[in-house]
């Protein structure tokens, strides 16, 4: 595997693979890879004929109180990993590398970043769609691969490659979770045994809005009215946001008449987990 720290290495890398004719998938992360990111790079190894993984830990997409200093950060371990999933090449730039002295470009999608995520983190989605609008460039993937965890993340990648016409299809990948429906993320590492425990609470809410979805509830409010109750059952749990949205759209819906997702916000402790849940609820008629 190949260790690529400059725009010009990896793209010297790139060259020589498509040179042979191979197709590139690309799999864009922060690193303290977890098995959701290792299933991004599967995917990407069994579709494509030369994996490309990025670890870059991304200063724009954090705000000023957030946990960019204490973002956990193992590149030696990452490698490892990335190397025994067959990553071809890693691309690992320094901050001013992506960023140098005058840098001042930066990519906003509008409406699907202003809610949820963007609402509650202002300027988050303007980094992420900056930074990875720029590793794209670099990259020139054939395919590159997202989780569904961060659901709203996705859809933005997925309308700003739409909408500046890049020839890159954007595969999503669905959610990895431990034995209890905790989402994988890397911020798991923060919570301490009691919080993990109480983190579970996250996908129990998901799946009880699913349950009464599919029991035929169809007023939005009274799904999230029960998914916020059980949540705020857990001692530990804050809650920043609890929605039923419109899985294209994001915003938000009142009455269910088809798929939508469910989308958390919560506070463990001093922990922030995101989570989500496409819930099929095909049109029945008298629902509506």
């Known amino acids: 595997m190949k260790i690529a720290n400059t725009t010009a290495e990896i793209r010297r890398i790139i060259s020589e693979a498509r040179a042979d004719g191979k197709l590139i998938g690309f799999v864009p992360t922060m690193g303290a890879f977890h ?8 995917r990407a190894r069994h579709e494509s004929d030369f994996v490309v993984a990025s670890i870059f830990v991304n200063p724009t997409q954090f705000g000023p109180s957030e946990d960019l200093a204490k973002y956990p950060r193992d590149l030696e371990s990452d490698v490892r990993k990335a190397e025994a999933e067959g990553v071809d090449a890693v691309f690992a730039p320094s901050v001013d590398e992506i960023y140098p002295e005058g840098f001042g470009a930066c990519v906003e ?20 769609a900056t930074v990875v609008a720029k590793l794209f460039n670099i990259v020139s993937p054939d395919r590159a691969y997202f989780g569904m965890k961060d ?22 990948v669905p959610t990895v979770r431990e034995s209890d429906g905790l989402a994988m ?16 609470i996250l996908y129990r809410a998901l799946k009880l809005a ?15 009215t029960a998914a916020r109750d059980l949540i705020e059952s857990e001692p530990l749990a804050r809650i920043d946001y609890v ?25 463990i402790g001093e922990t922030r987990l995101i989570d989500n849940m496409l819930i099929e609820a095909p049109y029945a008629a008298g629902t509506a």
Do not use: C, W
């Open 35 to 42: 098995a959701g990111h290792l299933a991004l790079m599967r």
């Open 210 to 224: 699913e349950d009464r979805v599919r029991s035929g509830e169809r007023d939005a409010a009274a799904v999230e």
């Open 185 to 200: 993320s890397s911020r798991n590492a923060y919570l301490n045994a009691q919080e993990r425990a109480a983190a579970a």
């Open 151 to 172: 659901y709203q993340q996705l859809k933005v990648i997925q309308k700003m490659v739409r909408d500046l016409g890049s020839n890159i299809d954007v595969v999503a």
């Open 243 to 267: 929605a039923v949205v419109d899985p294209e759209t994001l915003e938000s819906v009142e009455r269910i008449t088809g798929p939508v997702v469910v989308a958390l916000a919560v506070r």
């Open 109 to 128: 999608v509008e409406r699907l970043s202003e809610v949820l995520e963007g609402a509650s983190r202002p300027g988050h989605f303007r980094g992420v």
